[in-house]
């Protein structure tokens, strides 16, 4: 053991790493996480440390509670912390911890559980191979394939045929008739002999066409394939009932029978994972009494022990079972654990209990439709393009343009987002690609599925505000950075335009083609700012106002007038910070000066430029923020203030302006090197920040005539570098 690893471990057990922080470093420091990129969770601070659960309801080490809408990984069916279940368990240990079932012995739970699944699944299914995970039964099965056709005199029958975005495990056969491409491309994947066909996702792939109409096609695929390859060559077809892990693709009605029976057609194997559909999941014991399939093979895992002990089991149909039984002498396959008779004893206990509770009827006749309505409520949603599911199985599929089927490039990050803000609300769902997996527990509640509806209500709601914003920014942005001067014939005024942000706005309007109305205090500091503008070409106007003066904004109007510009741009960007100290020791002056300055003067200014802003085909407003109106700078109070006020006048604004062309915004300049932090924060390392001309991008694209966004705060965003090295 290393040495630091002793202390670790000595930490733990002395008490000092059961803080959830040192729980949490412990565990990052040497656990490699299955299906998570490991050095990004190292960075957030490692793993959520869970804790206990009890029904739906999970806890983290830090107390907070979880509905989990999830059921682990599709599999705490039963739901968390059931006390007979560790009843039975306590038993089986003290009677049996363990035999194998190798060499011509066995136990009474893996006895009594084999016929128990012999009996649960249809007909013709008898046989079982248990196993330890998902993987591990497809493996077997794989196996067990290969053998059968071997004895079957039909050595050369060793292709089989998996589909895209099919998730089977994660071992090297698994994973190869699985269709994950990433799993792929991590393991110089596939093993030779498989074949995919596409996913039966008809939201994806012909969203408008009939489903019976897709149905055929999807199968009709498959048959081609076959016969390309040669049916003589292929040895098993491989298929989730409904795709789980590649998100809930629920197939198109008719598909899977009509796959069904091409295999047999051409004699090839049909496999049915059901490793998640299994034990109740769509409201019948499996997914072949479902969709009424009778299958060769079929895969059982998750919800076979509801999760509480690895179990999982390969169940051998019929004509496969004889051939093993009659010709196949010594099996030579299985596993140390195979049938392990405590794992054997929980899948039964927990098969009881969903009989006795009756869970499957459950799901079927109550909280399922109950489940699969509320979700559909969601449909009209402007995220949602598909709500889909069977029972207490469903997938949101989100998308960008409802109308057009048009899917979110690159794909994956609005759902994980959908799905972090639900952890945020405490509610654990999954996120595949854009889609989001639901599946909870059997025993979930009607008014625990409201919460996660409701939820997922204000979820969408919230993030489809920001994809909205972000993708007309994008648009904007696009239309913007062609080499055509982006504001080419308009006329901006700027307030505060002698310095900081209003300048280097100033410079870069200049630059995009406008002509400028240049505002400050003084009109000495102001002429070498309009010297460099009028250099670049644009037509300039400075005005010497102090905007504390509630006559500043006649004044400006009457200017404008005299000029006989047109006004299409606002900036209001003039601010005073004041003294900075707590609010109870403010005086009254200085609050009345900063409040007057920073919003007083910009209502002002709102009101009497909007006669002019009414006459462009396009008047822009943008009001420069700051955190400090969301209290991010303590003792800044008078300005923080102003500021929060400001972001209400902007939201008034474009209320009253949404009939109009005229477009308002609050442009919040995040952290940048002015001289009014400066002198605020006089001891901060000034390299630290970028300069304003860093950050005038935002304001381009919200003054574009391209815009339509307004009642946003919109972050300027900054490219490359966040420190430009003392320009
Ligand atoms: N098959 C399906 C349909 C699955 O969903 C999974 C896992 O989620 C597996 C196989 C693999 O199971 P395991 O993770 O237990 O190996």
């Given at each position: 053991m290393r040495p630091h690893a002793e202390e670790e471990v000595s930490q733990m057990t002395d008490g000092r790493s059961d803080s959830p922080d040192g729980l949490?470093?412990?565990?990052?420091?040497?656990?490699?996480?299955p299906f998570t990129d490991n050095a990004r969770l190292a960075e957030m601070g490692g793993p959520r440390v869970f804790d206990r659960g009890a029904g739906c309801w999970l806890?983290?080490?830090?107390?907070?509670?979880?509905?989990?809408?999830?059921?682990?990984?599709?599999?705490?069916?039963?739901?968390?912390?059931?006390?007979?279940?560790?009843?039975?368990?306590?038993?089986?240990?003290?009677?049996l911890a363990y035999y194998n079932t190798f060499f011509e012995s066995t136990t009474a739970p893996a006895a009594r559980l084999a016929a128990k699944l012999a009996e649960i699944t249809p007909d013709g299914l008898d046989h079982v191979m248990f196993t330890n995970s998902g993987s591990e039964a497809n493996d077997t099965i794989l196996r067990l394939i290969r053998q059968f056709w071997l004895l079957e005199g039909q050595p050369e029958k060793t292709v089989v045929i998996g589909r895209q975005e099919a998730y089977h495990g994660s071992t090297l056969a698994s994973s190869s008739v699985g269709g994950i491409p990433l799993m792929h491309a991590q393991a110089g994947l596939r093993l030779e002999g498989f074949v995919h066909v596409e996913a039966p996702h008809r939201y994806a792939n012909a969203p408008t066409l009939p489903e019976q109409v897709y149905a055929m096609q999807a199968a009709i695929r498959l048959e081609r394939t076959i016969k390309e390859i040669g049916p003589d060559r292929v040895a098993a077809f491989f298929a989730e009932p409904i795709q789980g892990a590649g998100g809930a693709i629920v197939p198109p009605e008719g598909y899977l029978s009509r796959v069904q029976e091409i295999c047999r057609r051409h004699d090839i194997l049909f496999v049915l994972d059901e490793v998640v559909s299994g034990f109740g999941r769509l409201g019948a014991w499996t997914a072949a009494e479902h969709f009424g399939l009778n299958p060769d093979f079929m895969t059982l895992a998750k919800g076979l022990s509801s999760g509480y002990v690895p179990i999982t089991a390969a169940m051998v149909g019929r004509r496969v079972a004889d051939v093993l039984l009659s010709r196949g002498g010594d099996l030579a396959h299985g596993f140390t654990y195979s049938g392990h008779p405590l794992a054997a004893a929980m899948a039964l206990t927990n098969l009881d209990i969903i009989e006795r509770e009756r869970l499957v009827e459950r799901v079927r006749d109550d909280i399922g439709p109950y489940f699969q309505d509320r979700l559909r409520s969601l449909s009209g949603h402007p995220l949602v393009g598909e709500v889909r599911g069977v029972g207490l199985l469903a997938g949101i599929e989100l998308v960008q343009d409802k109308e057009k089927h048009l899917f979110f490039d690159p794909p994956g990050i609005v759902a994980a987002v959908c799905r972090d803000q639900m952890m945020?609300?405490?509610?654990?769902?999954?996120?595949?690609?854009?889609?989001?997996i639901i599946s909870p527990p059997f025993v979930v509640e009607r008014d625990q599925v409201d919460q996660i509806v409701s939820n997922l209500h204000d979820v969408f709601d919230l993030v489809s505000q920001q994809v909205g914003l972000a993708l007309e920014d994008q648009r904007t942005e696009a239309a913007i950075s062609g080499d055509d001067r982006a504001l080419e014939g308009r006329t901006a005024l700027i307030t505060g335009?002698?310095?900081?942000?209003?300048?280097?706005?100033?410079?870069?309007?200049?630059?995009?083609?406008?002509?400028?109305?240049?505002?400050?205090?003084?009109?000495?500091?102001?002429?070498?700012?309009a010297e460099a503008v009028a250099g670049r070409g644009a037509r300039v106007t400075c005005v010497a106002v102090d905007l504390s003066d509630p006559a500043a904004a006649e004044t400006l109007a009457s200017r404008i007038e005299e000029t006989g510009a047109s006004l299409d741009i606002v900036v209001a960007n003039a601010g005073v910070l004041g003294e900075i100290r707590p609010l109870a020791t403010q005086t009254d002056e200085d609050m009345d000066r900063v409040l007057s300055v920073n919003l007083t003067a910009n209502a002002l200014l709102i009101r009497t430029?909007?006669?002019?802003?009414?006459?462009s085909?396009?008047?822009?407003?943008?009001?420069?923020?700051s955190g400090a109106g969301t209290g991010g700078f303590a003792d800044w109070a008078p300005y923080g203030a102003s500021k929060a006020g400001l972001d209400a006048l902007m939201r008034t604004y474009a209320a009253e302006t949404r009939d109009t062309s005229i477009r308002v915004n609050l442009v919040d300049p995040g952290e940048v090197r002015t001289a009014m932090r400066a002198a605020a924060a006089p001891d901060e390392d000034p390299e630290r920040l970028p300069n304003p001309d860093r950050i005038t991008d935002a304001f381009v694209r919200l003054a574009s005539p391209v815009s339509t966004i307004s009642g946003a705060v919109v972050p300027v965003s900054i490219r490359g570098e966040t420190s430009d090295g003392g320009v």
């Open positions: 949490a470093r412990l565990d990052m420091s040497h656990h490699l996480h806890w983290d080490s830090e107390g907070r509670r979880y509905l989990d809408a999830l059921a682990g990984l599709w599999c705490v069916n039963i739901g968390y912390g059931r006390a007979e279940m560790a009843r039975v368990a306590a038993e089986q240990i003290e009677r945020e609300r405490g509610i654990i769902v999954r996120a595949v690609r854009d889609i989001l335009a002698s310095r900081g942000i209003g300048e280097a706005v100033a410079r870069r309007f200049a630059e995009e083609g406008a002509d400028l109305i240049l505002v400050a205090r003084s009109a000495e500091a102001l002429r070498p700012v430029l909007h006669r002019f802003l009414n006459a085909d396009g008047g822009r407003v943008l009001l420069v923020g």
